[in-house]
């Protein structure tokens, strides 16, 4: 799980993981919208494809990456566990809100 | 989100949000069943309060820290966007499993 949540630490890789929704894609075509060299891009693949969030074609040449999406599912299994507790501070927050728009009124 | 998934990128940290789920502890009380140092635990600490994932109290001598789950909650939102891949994942993996039980079977 450190390492899936290590993955998911970089907005570039999280942007990696959206585009890969829509299908598989080559390092290049991933390469193109972050305007990053390919060894760029091949760093965070690696990053990536160690927490088992991507998995590698085997066509040598084009090695197409693929979406794997099942740590994903662990990690928020884990978090879920925290859920009372961020429902918690939401409400706090909403009361807080709700107490400030009252005096608002008044 | 990015220092969200950062702070929970290590293990001590996630069993620190664990251990406040159970109320507010202080640096040393914090520090017990790790058998960690005081200063890696305050490292910790502030790794997890950059995030916005735990609060201090002002008491300067004791500084009490509080688990602040709201970032948790935000990360769970983006990582729901993926709930039908890796469900899909999941499945694969079913049907997989039951393809050779059948064969065993067999």
Same mark, same amino acid.
Not at 23 to 46: I, Q, R, W, Y
């Given at each position: ?5 290590? @993955?998911?630490? /970089? &907005?570039?890789? +999280? @942007?990696?993981?959206?585009?890969? =929704?829509? !299908?598989?894609? =080559?390092? =290049?075509? *991933?390469? %193109? ?5 390919? &060894? ?11 927490? !088992?969030?991507?998995? +590698? !074609?085997? /066509? ?6 693929? *979406?794997?999406?099942? &740590? ?7 978090? /879920? !566990?925290?859920?009372?507790?961020? %429902? =918690?501070?939401? /409400? ?7 107490? *400030? ?6």
């Amino acid at each position: 799980m450190s390492a899936t949540f290590a @993955a998911l630490a /970089d &907005p570039t890789r +999280r @942007a990696i993981l959206a585009r890969l =929704t829509r !299908g598989e894609a =080559t390092v =290049t075509e *991933l390469a %193109e919208p972050f305007d990053m060299s390919l &060894p760029a891009v091949s760093k965070h693949l690696k990053v990536l494809e160690r927490a !088992g969030l991507i998995s +590698r !074609g085997r /066509d040598a040449q084009w090695r197409p990456c693929r *979406l794997e999406a099942a &740590p994903l599912g662990v990690a928020t299994d884990w978090l /879920d !566990g925290y859920r009372r507790y961020w %429902e =918690t501070s939401f /409400d706090r927050l909403d009361d807080h809100l709700r107490r *400030l728009q009252r005096k608002d009124e008044r």
